[in-house]
């Protein structure tokens, strides 16, 4: 199955600083997902991104599937992004995310 | 419509037991999915239902747990025999294939401690 790396697992930041976040993934992919875990454990959708570059407010992401990587950007960082990035491709049958580990983000304010 | 809807939301039981799991997905979606995510880690797939049709099961779903979703609206999570590697935290998805994966929403799941 596909196997799923995210990097750095852990990020500290100050308030108002930019940061990214990268995913690698071993096999081409039809679909990718970025997710947010926050502090209470709600997983909230904020990019699906299977390939090219999505802006929405101060987050990005850029997938280069022949690479086989996405990036998110967080510009601006505030406190209220601290919590864990996830991505996510779909399973070969396209039904079920194959979670990577996560990038726990801290934001100090 | 508030969501994907979980209850309880924390579960604490002594080893041996048995404990159930209720997921209401959103009302229109007709996929629903299970996944179970320890700490530290990502959330794995369990098994997910079209309508009331189980029609995957990941090998992480050993026999002492069992899924239905009677009558396709609201589904439950059995495990029986609970064992101290069984805590998790449970999370429900739904979405409905018209929207995309885009769709998919999760639930604020539920956390089950073993003791």
């Known amino acids: 199955g596909i196997q799923v790396e995210q990097s750095p697992p852990d990020l500290i930041l100050q308030e108002g600083a930019n940061s990214t976040l990268r995913c690698n993934f071993s096999d081409s992919v039809n679909n990718l997902q970025w997710f947010h875990q926050n502090p209470w454990g709600q997983l909230i959708n904020l990019f699906y991104?299977?390939?090219g570059t999505k802006q929405n407010g101060r987050l990005s992401a850029t997938t280069v599937a022949t690479e086989r990587y996405s990036l998110l950007y967080i510009s601006s960082s505030q406190t209220t992004d601290s919590g864990v990035y996830f991505c996510a491709p779909l399973d070969n049958y396209g039904q079920n995310f194959v979670f990577g580990p996560g990038t726990r983000l801290s934001v100090l304010p | 419509d508030t969501g994907v809807s979980q209850n309880p939301r924390h579960k604490i039981t002594k080893r041996g037991q048995n404990v159930t799991f209720r997921c209401d997905p959103i009302?229109?979606?007709?996929?629903l999915y299970w996944y179970r995510q320890t700490l530290g880690q990502g959330p794995e797939f369990l098994t997910y239902?079209?309508?009331?049709?189980?029609?995957?099961k990941s090998r992480l779903l050993s026999d002492r747990f069992s899924a239905e979703r009677p009558k396709g609206s609201f589904s439950t999570l059995e495990i029986q025999r609970t064992e101290q590697g069984d805590s998790a935290m449970y999370l429900c998805?739904?979405?409905?294939?018209?929207?995309?994966?885009?769709?998919?929403?999760f639930g604020s799941g539920t956390r089950l401690t073993v003791v």
């Open positions: 991104i299977p390939s």
């Open positions: 009302s229109e979606h007709n996929r």
């Open positions: 998805a739904s979405r409905f294939p018209g929207q995309g994966i885009g769709g998919y929403t």
């Open positions: 239902f079209q309508n009331e049709a189980q029609l995957e």
